[in-house]
């Protein structure tokens, strides 16, 4: 198989890879998909990065459960489920993900539920704006745009919230609830790009509109094809900007990805969450990438199935290529 062929632009080596495991569930109410990262590396996602895609991985070979800083008493604040401890684990990872971004590694984080992007985008963005001087770009493949503020959230989970956290939608100045987050952590709502949108609250449609947020959903996807949508989603953000990739696996229709938290049917097929994946690494500006949301205690005669689109998806990403 091929090593990664493009010369990336923002690393200064194609082939260092950070990993971080993360086993966290607070950020919405279902078990499970904390298990994920472990159910990814026994399906033999690392050793084929290392092996196949010749990457130089640098995993601690720990799945991160941050037990350590979890806050025994954890009440709503806000509208916000378990506030506390979503805010310790993202404020942890952070620093992780912000360790392997500033030495110029790609970095990999296998989820846990989509609130740990409040910890891994924030990670990158700052790294990337030391390292670069430059504002870094979110792509972000999901069933939901997840830009709910504590406010309109319906469902209190956070896992709901996130994007509104890095744009700054969302603000809270209490440091143990989110007020960690700094200017320089966050991203811009211009640099930032949705694809397979199709379950999005009502307060969230208001915020895409007020905003202008560049958003692509599934009527897009059915009108253009996703070949035309790839190309206006990284036209819209260009080849300057180094970009984080943030995919949750209900991006892709249940009826490829079954195991997971919030399926909502009509979504992406596999092969188009796999073409996304080597479009955004086909520019050179990918930077980082999370995939989560798997949760293979649910719908589990389709775990498996739902292990290797994820899989794939970070091959994909990674530089594995058909031919
Ligand atoms: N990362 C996800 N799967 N998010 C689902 C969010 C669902 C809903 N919009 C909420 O805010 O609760
Ligand atoms: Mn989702
Ligand atoms: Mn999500």
């Known amino acids: 198989m091929d090593a990664p062929t493009l010369e990336p632009k923002f690393l200064p080596s194609g082939h260092e890879l950070g990993v971080v495991a993360v086993g966290f569930s607070g950020g919405q109410g279902k078990q499970g ?12 996602l690392i050793n084929q990065l290392r092996d196949e895609l010749e990457y130089n991985v640098h995993f601690d070979g720990e799945v991160h459960a941050y037990t350590d800083i979890m806050p025994r008493d954890d009440p ?7 506030p506390l401890s979503v805010s310790a684990v993202t404020k942890a990872l952070s620093e992780q993900v912000y360790e392997h971004a500033s030495q110029g590694r790609f970095v990999l984080t296998l989820g846990g539920d989509h609130s740990i992007a409040i910890g891994t985008v924030s990670g990158t963005a700052k790294a990337l704006r030391e390292r670069l001087g430059r504002e870094m770009a979110v792509i972000w493949v999901d069933a939901h745009a997840d830009i709910n503020t504590p406010e309109t959230s319906d469902s209190g989970n956070i896992h709901g ?21 700094k200017d320089d952590q966050k991203i811009s709502t211009k640099k ?3 694809i397979g949108l199709r379950d999005i609250d009502r307060g969230e449609k208001k915020i895409l509109k007020d905003h202008g947020i560049k958003a692509f959903s599934m009527h897009d996807i059915d009108r253009h094809g996703i070949g035309k949508v790839m190309d206006m989603a990284l036209g819209w953000i260009g080849t ?12 892709l229709d249940p009826m490829w990805a079954p195991s997971t938290g919030t399926p909502v ?7 188009e969450g796999d073409f996304i994946a080597e479009c955004v690494h086909q520019t050179g500006s990918l930077v980082a990438l999370d995939l989560v949301e798997v949760n293979p205690s649910l719908e589990s005669e389709g775990a498996d199935q739902t292990i290797r689109a994820g899989c794939s998806i970070v091959r994909c990403a990674l530089g594995d290529t058909l031919l």
């Open 33 to 44: 998909v904390d298990a994920a990262p472990m159910a990814l590396i026994e399906a033999g």
């Open 76 to 82: 709503p604040y806000r509208n916000m489920k378990r």
């Open 161 to 181: 919230m996130p994007v509104a956290f890095l744009t700054g939608l969302a603000t809270e100045s209490r440091p143990e609830v989110f007020g960690w987050l």
């Open 192 to 194: 930032l790009v949705y």
């Open 240 to 251: 300057d900007t180094p970009i984080h990739l943030s995919f949750d696996v209900d991006g």
């Open 265 to 271: 049917r009509g979504g992406l097929t596999l092969r």
